[in-house]
């Protein structure tokens, strides 16, 4: 942990960052002085947050990229995906009754991280009102998000219903996606026979949508099967 201090160089890494947008460079210099920033380099396959562990602080990626893993409570499968800076890491944990993060962060190659004590977040968020909007509006994006999920259309083909269980199990829709899961599970969770879901991949995987390995799906760029 170090003591941010008002060089042009931290001023101008808060500025670029979405916590921080509308704030003018006075009130980010002093807070600078104000608040103790947690700015860490992190190595490749860093692990920044894992599930389960305690949400205490408010981790921006401000610099890189990561990967992110998620699990159902069974475990029977995971979903990894790739996201780059900036992104927040689970702000909706912080508060509320769920305090721990349901994901594992990764760093994906040297990133930039910058972390705030929820205590020091609280105080930012009383003194700065940008700020504190600001967060609100990135905790709000997610609730609207996930609650939103349960009401999409069932779609009747196969290939629809797979691209939505992907789509429902990832945080952004696009970039590089790796789907871990047996072919019995895939089509457990589609509702649908093993036979039909392993015909279908196979004919994306010949379509060049994705790559279909043993027990794993990869999808280079999610954006292609959105089309």
């Known amino acids: 942990m170090m003591k941010a201090n008002t060089s042009s160089s931290n001023i101008e890494l808060l500025t670029s960052l979405p916590l921080f947008l509308g704030m003018t460079r006075a009130d980010i210099a002093e807070l600078t002085t104000a608040f103790t920033l947690g700015i860490h380099c992190c190595a490749e396959k860093e692990v920044v947050a894992e599930e389960g562990q305690p949400c205490t602080r408010l981790t921006i990626v ?5 990967r992110v893993c998620s699990r159902p409570d069974d475990g029977r499968y995971s ?7 900036p992104y927040i890491i689970q702000p909706e944990h912080l508060f509320g009754h769920s305090t721990r993060h349901t994901r594992t962060f990764t760093a994906h190659e040297g ?3 910058l972390s705030i004590d929820k205590n020091d977040v609280m105080q930012m968020c009383g003194r700065y009102q940008v700020f504190h909007i600001n967060l609100l509006n990135a905790i ?19 290939r ?17 996606k790796r789907i871990n899961i ?10 649908e026979s093993r036979r039909a879901v392993s015909d279908e991949l196979h004919l994306m995987h010949n379509e060049q949508l994705i790559v279909l ?15």
């Open 213 to 227: 390995k043993r027990e794993t799906i990869l999808v280079e760029h999610l954006e292609k099967l959105l089309r």
């Open 182 to 191: 047996r072919m019995e599970q895939l089509a457990h969770e589609l509702n």
């Open 79 to 85: 979903v990894e995906e790739a996201l780059q800076a």
């Open 111 to 113: 990133c930039l991280l």
């Open 62 to 66: 401000a610099d890189g990229a990561m």
């Open 140 to 158: 709000c994006a997610q609730a609207q998000r996930f609650a939103h999920t349960p009401w999409h259309h069932t779609p009747a083909a196969t």
């Open 160 to 176: 629809p219903r797979i691209i939505r269980f992907i789509l429902n199990h990832c945080l952004t829709h696009t970039g590089s």
